[in-house]
């Protein structure tokens, strides 16, 4: 379908999921989209882009962002970018998702909900208090009326992105709130990143998922070849982390570790793209990347 076949109601707009690290933001852009599109893991911190997802139906096409979870002390230049690019998403959003596990507590929260005050004078915010298939449903209800106390929020909703739990209601919620306006993206898209971002992404969760302390937070990975051939993708990538001490931690010992990576990361890439996956990885040492400019740059944080 081309971009200018679409009814004179159409409705588009941009949707921003903020909330704080491990909110479950990850896991509910993949809940809205049907399929696994962002990397979600336990550890805190996990997104460290601006991640489009998008839904399309004749009617109307709806372009969600996942976004890092908001830190309020930024310790690394890489903590400042993931920060700019919660705040571009806020201001490019028609409508905001305000993600809060349900254990958070509004009044731990002060300048979150400041800010939250000053966002709703312009645009609708929809709190989401998340993860209540693991509390009493009267924790939840009482979560809910704290947080309304400190924000007008447009609308607020219990939901469990993990099980599914609400997220059609959300929709039809979303469909009342978004403007009427032409198609952003063609009919067919689904994000906005490449394939090989996603690669590096799925790289990254298995590092996640396989390490403790600081690895996970010390790593950094960049896909530097991808050859798509007709019966094998072909991925090599490099993973940097900051010190000769962490690369011998992620080798580990005789290489046992960086090759069930390897094994568990092919798995997944395999999965997201539906063919047969060779995956080559080196480690190397960029000293101090999360700090500088120029390592940044040179890993996609522009
Ligand atoms: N029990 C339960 N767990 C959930 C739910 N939603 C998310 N989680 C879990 O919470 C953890 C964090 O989920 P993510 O989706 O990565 O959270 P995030 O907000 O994207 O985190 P960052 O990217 O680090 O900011 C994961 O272990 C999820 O499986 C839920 O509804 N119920
Ligand atoms: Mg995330």
Same mark, same amino acid.
């Given at each position: 379908m081309l971009?200018?076949?679409?009814?004179?109601h159409h409705k588009a707009g941009f949707i921003s999921i903020i909330g704080k690290p491990n909110a479950g933001k990850s896991t509910l852009l993949n809940a809205l989209l049907g399929e696994k599109l962002a990397i979600a893991t336990a550890k805190a911190q996990t997104t460290r882009h601006r991640i489009m997802g998008i839904i399309n139906s004749?009617?109307?096409?709806?372009?969600?962002?996942?976004?890092?979870?908001i830190i309020q002390q930024p310790k690394y230049k890489l903590h400042?970018?993931?920060?700019?690019?919660?705040?571009?998403?806020?201001?490019?959003?028609?409508?905001?998702?305000?993600l809060a596990d349900v254990q958070d507590d509004p009044l731990q929260e002060p300048e979150l909900t400041e800010r939250l005050s000053r966002i709703i004078q312009e645009k609708p915010i929809l709190l989401l208090i998340n993860k209540i298939d693991l509390v009493m449903q009267e924790f939840a209800m009482a979560r809910i009326e704290s947080w309304k106390e400190k924000v007008p929020f447009t609308a607020v909703s219990a939901i469990s992105a993990?099980?599914? !739990?609400?997220? $059609?209601?959300?929709?039809?919620t979303l469909l009342e709130h978004l403007p009427i306006h032409p198609p952003y993206f063609p009919k067919d898209a689904l994000t906005d990143k490449p394939e090989r971002f996603f690669a590096a992404e799925i790289v990254r969760e298995q590092i996640f998922l396989n390490y403790e302390q600081e690895i996970p937070y010390c790593s950094e990975v960049r896909v530097v070849e991808f050859k798509d051939k007709p019966d094998i993708l072909a991925i090599r990538v490099e993973i940097f982390v900051?010190?000769?001490?962490?690369k011998a931690i992620f080798i580990g010992h005789k290489g046992q570790m960086i090759k069930k990576v390897g094994i568990a990361a092919r798995q997944e890439l395999e999965k997201f793209f539906?063919?047969?996956? !060779?995956?080559? $990885?080196?480690?190397?040492?960029?000293?101090d990347w999360r700090t500088k400019q120029a390592s940044l740059d040179k890993f996609g944080y522009d």
């Open positions: 971009i200018e076949d679409y009814p004179p004749p009617e109307y096409q709806i372009v969600y962002s996942d976004t890092p979870g400042e970018r993931m920060m700019t690019y919660v705040k571009e998403s806020l201001a490019d959003s028609d409508i905001v998702i305000f993990l099980h599914l !739990f609400n997220i $059609q209601g959300l929709l039809d900051e010190r000769d001490s962490q539906g063919k047969k996956v !060779f995956l080559e $990885q080196h480690v190397k040492v960029e000293p």
